[in-house]
């Protein structure tokens, strides 16, 4: 009667400590799956802001075209003014900017002035048209502002609210992930260190997306993206890990087992079992919890050969063997018997 009470105590420990995985195996599930929608959603946001940045510098870049060619005659005469300015030896690398201009390369253009105020620094003629010239080129390049039409416009507001809704999302899951921590130690904490680094990169793009920044928005939603994916990748790792920890529960060693006697550890502390042969050897505990299986290594005597075949053998060393090899014989069935 003792041990049928002893048995069924054991079972139910072992089925609570299984309920008890099962539900927090669940929850962690649920949370993976939230994470791969907001993982979705960031990577949809991020999509849609970068194809308003790309029309935004598209319209730009043409604006800025139509305004060289405009502005072209000027600049052609300030670089024939600039060429005078300068001795021979130092009109070399005005060619390459000609070639800029005719070919309506404004940004180089005015990369290739800059480096050009640095060089002929000390000549008042050449500093005062290239300031000229440099002033003229920033003003070919339009605000994005000025370039927006009301239509993408529009779409930030919608933009900034779905990125400020996802860090929300973001912040929510790392709280429940906490608590399941508590639940579960063995939670990495690499995903809720991500996870608070997402919500954060998320609340800057928002604020960048309510600006009508969509080019300053990019940078921190694909950080973003980058930990979010950090932590899916590390909850696959936990989930796996969580699956395996169910299985060894439904193979009737919950949690941990104790070679000892009477005991094993469950999720609450340790629970009566029947009783166990004792096991001299020290207690080890792997990854998930579960002791190591115990063998004997096989001994010398586990390689010697069968007695019958022994004894057959110093039988055969009373035959007379070859003179020459007598010794050698000898060794070899002695070998073997030993």
């Known amino acids: 009667a003792l041990s049928e009470m002893m048995a069924a105590l054991g079972r139910a420990g072992s089925q609570a400590a299984r309920s008890q995985m099962d539900r927090t195996q669940g929850e962690m599930t649920r949370q993976a799956g939230e994470l791969d929608r907001i993982l979705a959603e960031q990577r949809e946001i991020l999509r849609e802001t970068e194809a308003m ?3 935004l510098r598209a319209r730009r870049e043409e604006e800025a075209e139509k305004r060289l060619k405009e502005r072209r005659p000027l600049l052609e005469e300030y670089l024939e003014s600039l060429r005078r300015s300068l ?3 130092a009109r070399e690398g005005l060619e390459g900017g000609e070639r800029m201009l005719r070919g309506g390369r404004a940004g180089r253009l005015e990369d290739q002035v800059k480096e050009w105020r640095k060089e002929f620094r000390g000549n008042p003629g050449a500093e005062k048209l290239l300031e000229e010239m440099e002033r003229i080129l920033e003003g070919l390049r339009p605000e994005p502002q000025e370039m927006m039409e009301r239509a993408q416009r529009e ?3 919608s ?3 779905r990125q400020g809704n996802l860090q929300e999302r973001t912040r929510e899951l790392k709280e429940k992930l906490e608590m399941l921590a508590q639940l579960f130690p063995g939670l990495d904490s690499e995903i809720l260190k991500s996870l608070g680094e997402a919500a954060d990169s998320m609340g800057e793009a928002s604020g960048k997306l309510r600006s009508e ?3 300053g928005a990019i940078p921190p939603e694909q950080e973003a993206l980058r930990r979010l994916g950090q932590s899916q990748q590390a909850m696959r790792q936990m989930s796996q890990q969580m699956a395996m920890r169910g299985q060894f529960n439904r193979w009737g060693r919950p949690w941990g087992y104790d070679p000892r006697p009477g005991w094993y550890y469950g999720p609450w502390g340790p629970l009566p079992t029947l009783p166990q042969p004792e096991v001299k050897r020290p207690i080890e505990r792997g990854f998930t919890g579960i002791d190591r299986e115990e063998f004997d ?7 010697r050969a069968p007695k019958a075949f022994r004894e ?3 039988e055969a ?3 007379n063997a070859p003179s020459p090899y007598r010794r050698e014989v000898e060794e070899y069935f002695r070998g073997l018997s030993e």
């Open 53 to 55: 940045d790309r029309e």
């Open 87 to 89: 001795p021979p030896g």
């Open 155 to 157: 779409k930030f507001p």
């Open 159 to 161: 933009l900034s609210s």
């Open 213 to 215: 920044d969509a080019g």
């Open 297 to 303: 290594p096989p001994s010398k005597e586990a390689y």
């Open 312 to 314: 057959k053998v110093m």
């Open 317 to 319: 060393l009373k035959d």
